[in-house]
């Protein structure tokens, strides 16, 4: 076959199936313990909703977006991130109207065209929080003890809360040019694509990969001395929320990271993202911070806003290490002794599958074969259907996991075949 998964697309497999539930599951039963309620907007949107909002020289919209002009001649594209979808569809269904602040959650696929490495696809799914309507440092809390408490209930070890405040967008302004004053000393000494940040949003500098703008920016001004007393203020107060989950829970920890600026530009004040030691330089778990901006900029009026995403990849990425995938789907293989009893065993196995007993009828094939299929497939257990079982109104099961024990059991009372493979 000739035709392969796009570059930097994957096919999740039936064995994978559980650890992306769990981690599905997980995401949803932390967001709806803090009163969080699922949104979903369409995959697609019309790009001047990301140009407006991720920012027109950000590298999303500059060179990762999938746009194309649909038949109807509207530029459209695939979302790239879902904070400005779901800002969109707060404003356009009325939300505003409904008691503030909307708490919402979502779960899907986004697309950049980005280059493949490891922890970097170009289709990639998100679980994300916007808490709408509430400009409280309380709520930037809130939105990255979610973000913990969904990371602690997988187990991640060695996570690290990295944040920063990039202040108002005055303090923004100030802020963007004492970083230019200090980038123009060592202009000649930046890569290219670092100079052309310089030009075009020299903030984004501090984000740079290259290891000497790394080296560069360590001196660099930091944004928490350039930010207003009321931006501040908010940082701090979200400080000492992280100070006492510190003291309770050991596990938790974080750092102040002055570098942290994101690649996005809608964000204000609290911008955060959660790093594992064990992912390497992809080894950002999920980002997020306040966009208070962002609606008033999309036509809504003036509300504040905080969230995260989550990258769903990196998370099961880091899961597969640990847990082994699930060998086990099958509960019962019907062994058909008799062909003409076929008709008689698909009624058996809807009964089965009646209380909840996972079934498979094995390939019309000899006894020996239906047995070897039921065991390639590591079913429980194998359930015989013949001329004698019929008879006797008994099934024969033999349990293949165990030590193979075999026993009869009703054939009209499935809850008995139910309880032994549950012991
Ligand atoms: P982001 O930092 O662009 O933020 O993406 C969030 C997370 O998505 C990243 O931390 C990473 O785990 C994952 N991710 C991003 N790009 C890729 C990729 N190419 N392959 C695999 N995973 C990826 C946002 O998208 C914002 N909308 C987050 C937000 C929500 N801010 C406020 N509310």
Known sequence: MNYKAQ??????????????????????????LFGYRYIETPIFEESGLFERTVGEDTDIVEKEMYSFDDKGGDNISLRPENTAGVCRAFIENGLHNTTLPSRLFYYGPMFRYERPQSGRYRQFHQFG??????????????????????????????????????GDSKDRFIYTEELKKYFSKYINDLPK?????????????LDSKEDITIKISEEAPKTLDFIS?????????????????????????YKINNRLVRGLDYYNKTVFEYTSDSLGPQGVLLG?????????ILGGQDTPAVGFAMGIERVVNELKKNIDVEKNYVDAVIIVTDENLRIE??????????????????????????????????SKSAV??????LE?????????????????????????LKKILNS
Request: with cysteine; aromatic share 6%.
């Open 384 to 389: 015989f259907i013949g001329k004698n079982e």
């Open 129 to 166: 929080i916007e808490c709408i309507g509430d400009d409280s440092p309380d709520v930037d809390f809130e939105v990255i003890k979610i973000a913990w408490d969904i990371l602690s209930n997988l187990n991640f070890n060695n996570v690290l809360l990295n944040v920063n405040s990039l």
């Open 193 to 205: 694509v670092d100079k052309l940040r310089f030009e075009r949003s020299p903030l984004r500098i």
């Open 7 to 32: 570059r930097g697309t994957f096919d999740i497999l039936p064995e994978e199936e559980g650890i992306w539930n769990k981690v599905q599951q997980t995401c949803f039963e932390t967001a709806r």
């Open 345 to 378: 065993s698909v009624q058996i196995a809807n009964n089965l599958r009646n209380s909840n007993i996972r079934t498979i009828i094995a390939p019309k094939k000899s006894i020996k074969a239906q047995m070897r299929f039921a065991n390639n497939i590591n």
């Open 229 to 253: 007393s009321e931006s501040l203020g908010h940082h701090e107060n979200l400080i000492l929320n992280l100070e006492e989950l510190r003291s309770h829970d050991k596990k938790f920890n």
């Open 288 to 296: 997020g911070g306040r966009y208070d901006p962002l609606i008033k």
């Open 392 to 416: 006797n109104q008994k099934l024969s099961v033999k349990l293949l996991q165990t030590k193979s024990e075999q026993f009869e059991i009703d054939i009209d009372d499935m809850n008995q």
